[in-house]
């Protein structure tokens, strides 16, 4: 008997618009600030754990801007008593090296004396202190840094469920975790309905959203997985809205990877998030610990890797990049300001309230009258 499946049709970016709102107000009218348990930001973005993004020193400049850094506690920042020597090895490592002198370098144990030494670092600085772990060393690694001091913990792999399967005696289990630790855990990632439903039925502060859309990332040409991020936030916030309605408390959901412009953080927004978090645009400030490179969590991975460096450059500061003045017209600096203007088109004055905008299918968004922009004539 022949089975027939029908393709579900979704959407990323590039696919659709958001509709001006039938009221307008002032951009300098809106709160774009985002919460989570007892962690509040100015602005709506978090850093992606990435080595290249993520030092103690970025994590002040990131606060400094309003927003939030998230340190990878199995990178080099804690296996390396001067981590910026392997983020200069990884830099200066020609193409056909990199993957190699990647794996070289995350090889060294993790010390945890380190990870108690960096969340001091951010601290001083001023800064929330998130940190990053997979969830087969979050047991083992996560408290050490809440001891220190850390503020949030984000548990993060590749694809994340409330339920699943292996070998291993003793799992991680979120209800477990949350009596272990006591501050906001955030965790990631996922791109459905019913996942991200019953990992806010664990207890859980937050779910990141996006498999595969990083700059960074290879998962989608290495294992053929993922969801466009419109489609991936709307079926997530679904979920939240769900169980909102049901429970009353409110899990935010962050979009994590593809975001490149302020038309994408904002269609991230009216798609449902509650923030973002993006990578690769960092990695193009001036602050960034790696000067213009960028690879992922999983890049070095001692069998699979499902990520590689890319070579993105230096844009500007992360004051231009969040605030501007913008140098340049394609939508890549002043994020925020880009935001503000969106949410006075649409008449939000909060986040929750720019959920409400109308989304539109629309493929010809880019390229409808931009001949000339294209290079076309």
Same mark, same amino acid.
């Given at each position: 008997?022949?089975?027939f499946r029908?393709l579900?049709?979704?959407?990323?970016?590039?696919?659709v618009?958001?509709?001006p709102?039938?009221?307008?107000?002032n951009?300098?009218?809106?709160?774009t600030?985002f919460s989570?348990g007892?962690?509040t930001i100015?602005i709506p973005?978090?850093g992606?754990?990435?080595d290249a993004?993520?030092?103690p020193q970025?994590?002040?400049?990131m606060h400094r801007q309003?927003?939030?850094?998230?340190?990878?506690?199995?990178?080099v920042q804690t296996?390396y008593?001067n981590?910026?020597d392997a983020i200069?090895?990884?830099?200066?490592?020609?193409p056909?090296?990199v993957?190699?002198t990647m794996?070289k370098?995350y090889?060294k144990?993790?010390?945890n +004396?380190?990870i !108690?030494?960096r969340v001091?670092? %951010?601290k001083?600085?001023?800064?929330?202190c =998130?940190?990053?772990? $997979?969830?087969?060393?979050?047991?083992k690694l996560?408290?050490?840094?809440?001891e220190?001091g850390?503020?949030?913990l984000?548990?993060?792999s590749?694809?994340?469920?409330?339920?699943?399967?292996s070998?291993?005696l003793?799992g991680?289990?979120f209800?477990?975790?949350l009596?272990?630790v006591?501050v906001?855990i955030?965790?990631?990632?996922c791109?459905?309905?019913?996942v991200?439903l +019953?990992?806010? !039925?664990?207890?859980?502060?937050? %779910?990141?959203v996006g498999?595969?859309p990083? =700059?960074a990332c290879t $998962?989608r040409?290495?294992t053929?997985?993922?969801v466009?991020?419109?489609t991936a936030?709307m079926?997530?916030?679904?979920?939240r809205?769900e169980?909102?309605?049901?429970?009353?408390?409110y899990i935010p959901?962050i979009t994590?990877g593809?975001?490149?412009?302020?038309?994408e953080?904002?269609?991230?927004?009216?798609s449902g998030?509650d923030a973002?978090m993006?990578?690769?645009?960092l990695?193009q400030? !001036?602050?960034a610990?790696?000067n213009g490179?960028?690879?992922?969590?999983?890049s070095?991975?001692p069998?699979l890797?499902r990520g590689?460096?890319?070579?993105?450059?230096?844009k500007g500061?992360?004051?231009?990049?969040?605030?501007?003045?913008?140098?340049?017209s394609?939508?890549?600096?002043?994020?925020?300001?880009?935001?503000?203007?969106c949410?006075g088109?649409?008449g939000?004055?909060n986040i929750k309230?720019?959920?409400?905008a109308?989304?539109v299918?629309a493929?010809?968004?880019?390229?409808e009258g931009?001949?000339?922009?294209?290079?076309?004539?």
């Open positions: 008997m022949t089975n029908e579900r049709r979704v959407y990323g970016f590039d696919e618009a958001i509709v709102g039938a009221m307008t107000i951009p300098d009218m809106t709160d600030s989570l007892d962690v100015n973005i978090l992606s754990a990435m993004v993520a030092s970025f994590a002040g400049e309003g927003a939030m850094s998230v340190m990878n506690l199995e990178g296996r008593d981590p910026q200069d090895e990884i830099s200066a490592s020609s056909n090296d993957t190699k794996q370098i090889s144990p993790i010390n +004396e380190l !108690e030494k001091r670092e %951010i001083s600085t001023g800064a929330y =998130a940190v990053s772990v $997979t969830p087969a060393l979050t047991k996560g408290p050490i840094a809440v220190a850390a503020d949030m984000v548990v993060q590749t694809v994340t469920t409330a339920r699943h399967s070998r291993s003793q991680l289990k209800p477990e975790l009596e272990l006591d906001p955030l965790v990631g990632n791109v459905g309905y019913d991200a +019953e990992i806010m !039925e664990t207890g859980i502060h937050g %779910i990141l498999v595969g990083g =700059a $998962t040409e290495v053929g997985v993922g466009p991020q419109v936030t079926d997530c916030a679904q979920a809205d169980f909102y309605n049901r429970t009353g408390k959901i994590d593809g975001i490149r412009t302020g038309g953080l904002c269609k991230s927004i009216a998030a973002v993006i990578g690769t645009p990695a400030s !001036e602050e610990p790696a490179v960028n690879w992922g969590m999983a070095p991975h069998a890797p590689t460096r890319v070579k993105v450059g230096t500061t992360l004051k231009q990049l969040f605030h501007g003045p913008s140098s340049v394609n939508g890549t600096q002043n994020l925020i300001g880009a935001l503000k203007a949410m088109m649409v939000a004055t309230e720019m959920h409400n109308e989304i299918v493929p010809s968004i880019k390229t931009k001949h000339y922009q294209l290079g076309l004539e």
